[in-house]
């Protein structure tokens, strides 16, 4: 999954912000969670609580498709 093909939005149903893919414009559209609700009451944004299986999922993800280790040392590199 790459994180550009994923966008989150608030989901009416549920007052939750979920993962949902970026180009699904369907009636009808589900979130990495399952999750599903119609287009049109799913608002694009980022404030509001995050579902937390969309939250694990995602950063599962991103964890998979990193460039590779990051030094995190105060000094940086030696």
Same mark, same amino acid.
């Given at each position: ?20 893919? !970026?180009?699904?414009?369907?009636? #009808?559209?589900?979130?990495? %969670?399952?999750?599903? @609700?119609?287009? +049109?009451? /799913? !608002?694009?944004?980022?404030?509001? #609580?995050?579902?937390?299986? %969309?939250?694990?999922? @995602?950063?599962? +993800?991103? /964890? ?15």
């Amino acid at each position: 999954m790459d994180a550009a093909r994923w966008e989150w939005r608030r989901s009416a149903y549920d007052d939750r912000v979920h993962a949902f893919p !970026a180009e699904d414009r369907a009636s #009808l559209i589900e979130a990495l %969670c399952a999750h599903t @609700v119609p287009y +049109a009451k /799913a !608002a694009r944004t980022h404030s509001g #609580l995050r579902c937390v299986s %969309c939250l694990l999922i @995602v950063g599962d +993800a991103l /964890a998979v498709h990193s460039p590779g280790p990051v030094d995190n040392t105060v000094d940086g590199p030696r």
